[in-house]
């Protein structure tokens, strides 16, 4: 398990290199205060994938004689759902319970999967139930209206293959679904609706394949690939580092991205403001609309930057476009590409 977490930590050292070495870039070519912004950018969402690894973690107080540091971390242990607990039961193997608990008994989902794939699937009886194959350690149980899954493998090299299937009720409306991965993969196969959805992959391929509604969405994507069908919301947040993340069809009122050394692919409709900030990624959006329907403020010394019809490249740049418009697209990109297109 701490080599695992050594690996995590290494990745994140690397990246932290990386925001320096685009600090002294920008320093060299004269345009710090133009790079300022999106280094703190790259640098907040590794420091935002770190702290969730970390809290996710159980019992991590400590990594000493790191890579030539030390790294002290405060955890609080009341706050980890990934950890065991005594007061339910703990499955293994291969394990099945159509009714881990009734549709009305649940408002949130909690759900820490540390290794393997979890499987969200609709149910047959309309209860919450839970199956298992070659899974080493997890519980599933229910606490004050929230059902928390937690997966914590006692070898991490020997539960790849473990699987974890969350049979869930149609039409359930929740409070707060909760999904967070450093594991193999996490696959949503049922529609989920309620008001808030945080999801947090640290690594792993994580595929949501049915339509996600919520009034609030944040989408946390370190290592790996993220890839959402349809997702309907007020209010969308995007922390991506370095992984590749698409969203085939959104509806979305406002939307922020940040983006490190990954990638994002990002197509539907937006009724409110939009805020990129690119560090040295790909970032590409097909827009429902016209390009005149936004107001742009551009940013930054960005490889290529493509709005619509227009091409803006340079080692610095600074551009405001006022076209009337009622929404407005806010863009800081320092050594990445951005590319916006509309489909009418």
Known sequence: MKRRLKSLFRIAISFVTIGVIMITVGLIMGGAGELSKEVTE??????????????????????????????????????????????????????????????????????????????????????????????????????????YLNALPKDWGKSEAAEIILYVPENQEYENVFLFCSGAGVVVDTALTGTEMDVSSICGDNIINADMDFKEMTMTAGIGTLSVKSLYTENLKLEVGTAEVVIENMTVGNMEANLGVGSILAQGSTNGDIVLNCGIGSLEMLLAGEQDSYNYDISGSAESVQIGTDTLAGMVMERWIDNNADKQITMSCAMGSVKIEFEE
Do not use: W
């Open 42 to 147: 790259l640098v907040h969402v590794m420091r935002v994938g770190i702290s969730e690894t970390v809290e996710r973690i159980p019992l991590l107080e400590r990594i000493t004689n790191f890579s030539g540091f030390t790294i002290v971390v405060d955890v609080d242990k009341e706050g980890v759902s990934a950890e065991i607990n005594d007061a339910y039961e703990t499955m293994e193997g291969d394990y099945y319970n159509p009714v881990v608990a009734d549709a009305g008994e649940v408002e949130c989902l909690d759900i820490s999967i540390l290794n393997g794939v979890c499987r969200i699937l609709p149910s047959e009886n309309g209860c919450f139930g839970v199956e298992s194959s070659d899974a080493e350690q997890y519980q599933c149980y229910v606490v004050e209206n929230t059902l």
